[in-house]
């Protein structure tokens, strides 16, 4: 019984009963007041009754009419409500995020970002996996940040931010450890298990032994293995004085400033992963503006840790 053309007929009629006027309704659909009258009697031959009783410069539902109007109004506005929802849920930023940058760098930041923006909503995700294109438009995501050495071949990335290690400890653990770096210390060394998909577990230790300078390199072991999953959890328990963590700048400036963390020796070392930033529909308008401002925060960021750290 629905096919496109009693469709179009039903949306007409709704006009017209809702207004109680061919002309008025011709003017709302942009329409002829003759093609809105046409639209109405095809209507009325198909269900085979009338709908409007046509009086001098007036209109009048039928019982049947207004029986009609009540279900065709109430479909209509529930198809729109449907629609405007489901624009709604599309206009959401899906971010998919490294889980600490996102935990210790990104989320503090949002709320700027909201601030500027607030007709986009953001949705932010903390994942491991490397997101190939396809990942990324099954799952509906909008961005891709992750702690990257590598291109990925399908969607090449832009690199957000460089990142160097520094080993930090609480002042208490320092206190108690005045020469970490002297053989027999029993050190704790808290580390992350993964850096980024795929990364040996001592990535970023073996990192620091390799290219720190001579002075400022651990003594071969032994060592209290403390392994974690998230780098922002070895950073927890440095705080906790439960030994040295090998950090990240993006994560751990705060913690510097604040004075919860100190620098165990006064270098750093250029890590072997960046930030990088991935989107499959660049053009987008939401996209661009949340690139732009991710790009303007992480140069503020890259200010502040120059002044901090000399890099």
Same mark, same amino acid.
Request: some cysteine; proline content about 6%.
């Given at each position: 019984?629905?096919?496109?053309? #009693?469709?179009?007929?039903?949306?007409?009629?709704?006009?017209?009963?809702?207004?109680?006027?061919?002309?008025?309704?011709?003017? &709302?659909?942009?329409?002829?007041?003759?093609?809105? $009258?046409?639209?109405?009697?095809? +209507?009325?031959?198909? !269900?085979?009754?009338?709908?409007?009783?046509?009086?001098?410069?007036?209109?009048?539902?039928?019982?049947?009419?207004?029986?009609?109007?009540?279900?065709? $109004?109430?479909? !209509?506005?529930? #198809?729109?409500?449907?629609?405007?929802?489901?624009?709604?849920?599309?206009?959401?930023?899906? #971010?998919?995020?490294?889980?600490?940058?996102? !935990?210790?760098?990104?989320?503090?930041? +949002? $709320?700027?970002? &909201?601030?500027?923006?607030?007709?986009?909503?953001?949705?932010?995700?903390?994942?491991?996996?490397?997101? $190939?294109?396809?990942?990324?438009?099954?799952?509906?995501?909008?961005?891709? #940040?992750?702690?990257? %050495?590598?291109?990925?071949?399908?969607?090449?990335?832009?690199?957000?931010?460089?990142?160097? +290690?520094?080993?930090?400890?609480?002042?208490?653990?320092?206190?108690?450890?005045?020469?970490?770096?002297? %053989? *027999?210390?029993?050190? *704790?060394?808290?580390?992350?298990?993964?850096?980024?998909?795929?990364? %040996? %577990?001592?990535?970023?230790?073996?990192?620091?032994?390799?290219?720190?300078?001579?002075?400022?390199?651990?003594?071969?072991?032994?060592?209290?293995?403390?392994?974690?999953?998230? @780098?922002?959890?070895?950073?927890?328990?440095?705080?906790?004085?439960?030994?040295?963590?090998?950090?990240?700048?993006?994560?751990?400036?705060?913690?510097?400033?604040?004075?919860? !963390?100190?620098?165990?020796?006064?270098?750093?070392?250029?890590?072997?992963?960046?930030?990088?930033?991935?989107?499959?529909?660049?053009?987008?308008?939401?996209?661009?503006?949340?690139?732009?401002?991710?790009?303007? @925060?992480?140069?503020?960021?890259?200010?502040?840790?120059?002044?901090?750290?000399?890099?």
């Amino acid at each position: 019984m629905l096919d496109a053309h #009693i469709l179009a007929n039903l949306r007409c009629f709704e006009v017209a009963a809702r207004l109680l006027s061919f002309t008025a309704a011709a003017g &709302q659909l942009h329409l002829t007041q003759s093609a809105v $009258s046409q639209q109405i009697r095809q +209507l009325e031959q198909r !269900l085979g009754y009338p709908l409007f009783v046509r009086q001098h410069r007036r209109l009048q539902l039928t019982s049947q009419g207004q029986t009609l109007y009540r279900t065709v $109004s109430t479909a !209509l506005q529930d #198809i729109d409500t449907t629609l405007q929802q489901l624009a709604e849920q599309d206009s959401v930023l899906h #971010i998919s995020c490294a889980p600490s940058f996102a !935990l210790d760098w990104l989320m503090p930041r +949002l $709320s700027a970002f &909201q601030q500027q923006y607030p007709a986009i909503p953001v949705r932010l995700r903390a994942e491991f996996q490397r997101m $190939s294109r396809q990942d990324m438009l099954a799952a509906g995501v909008a961005v891709c #940040i992750r702690y990257d %050495p590598d291109d990925l071949a399908d969607l090449p990335g832009t690199t957000l931010l460089d990142e160097v +290690l520094l080993p930090v400890a609480s002042p208490d653990w320092l206190a108690a450890h005045p020469d970490p770096s002297r %053989p *027999g210390v029993l050190l *704790g060394r808290l580390h992350d298990s993964a850096a980024w998909d795929g990364a %040996p %577990p001592f990535a970023e230790w073996d990192c620091w032994q390799q290219h720190a300078p001579p002075a400022c390199r651990f003594a071969a072991g032994p060592w209290l293995e403390r392994e974690y999953n998230l @780098a922002s959890l070895s950073l927890a328990a440095a705080c906790q004085g439960q030994g040295v963590a090998m950090a990240r700048a993006a994560q751990v400036l705060e913690h510097l400033e604040q004075g919860r !963390l100190r620098q165990v020796f006064p270098a750093t070392v250029a890590a072997l992963a960046r930030y990088v930033l991935r989107c499959p529909h660049p053009t987008d308008r939401r996209v661009q503006l949340f690139c732009q401002w991710l790009q303007q @925060a992480c140069q503020q960021f890259a200010r502040q840790r120059q002044q901090l750290l000399g890099v």
